[in-house]
């Protein structure tokens, strides 16, 4: 772990960017009723009742030193959709001759095995492969 949090904190180098990549799922609501607008002596009041409207996925892209960010949105959150944001991610960010890409949370990805992958071509052309 100590080894990770050191990327954080060295330099800046061009030929070792440093980019985050984070994910997370939100779910969609609409409003049910119009809120109340404020009013002199009171404030304006909004509902709590909403209506679901499914959930979103988002994988987030950023790079802190430089203030690069990239926002991606899937219908769902998947191995295969992890591996296409990380197939686009590295030929247009990442396009350097070194990298390091440290995964810290991976435990959706024991679902999907790299044949799995092979079959979607997500891997295929991927540099660093041998």
Same mark, same amino acid.
């Given at each position: 772990m100590e080894d990770v949090l050191a990327v954080y904190t060295r330099p800046h180098d061009p030929d070792r960017r440093l980019v985050c990549l984070d994910e997370t799922s939100k779910q969609l609501i609409a409003e049910t009723r119009s809120p109340i607008p404020m009013k002199a002596g009171a404030p304006a009041r909004l509902d709590y009742e909403y209506e679901r409207n499914g959930t979103a996925n988002l994988f987030m892209m950023f790079a802190p030193v430089e203030g690069w960010r990239h926002v991606k949105v899937t219908d769902r959150h998947t191995a295969v959709d992890y591996a296409r944001? !990380?197939?686009?991610?590295?030929?247009?960010?990442?396009?350097?001759?070194?990298?390091? !890409?440290? !995964?810290?949370?991976?435990?959706?990805?024991?679902?999907?095995?790299?044949?799995? !992958?092979?079959?979607?071509s997500l891997l295929r052309g991927s540099p660093g492969k041998s």
């Amino acid at each position: 772990m100590e080894d990770v949090l050191a990327v954080y904190t060295r330099p800046h180098d061009p030929d070792r960017r440093l980019v985050c990549l984070d994910e997370t799922s939100k779910q969609l609501i609409a409003e049910t009723r119009s809120p109340i607008p404020m009013k002199a002596g009171a404030p304006a009041r909004l509902d709590y009742e909403y209506e679901r409207n499914g959930t979103a996925n988002l994988f987030m892209m950023f790079a802190p030193v430089e203030g690069w960010r990239h926002v991606k949105v899937t219908d769902r959150h998947t191995a295969v959709d992890y591996a296409r944001v !990380l197939k686009d991610l590295v030929p247009q960010v990442l396009g350097h001759d070194r990298r390091m !890409l440290a !995964l810290v949370n991976l435990a959706f990805m024991g679902d999907v095995s790299n044949v799995e !992958l092979e079959r979607t071509s997500l891997l295929r052309g991927s540099p660093g492969k041998s």
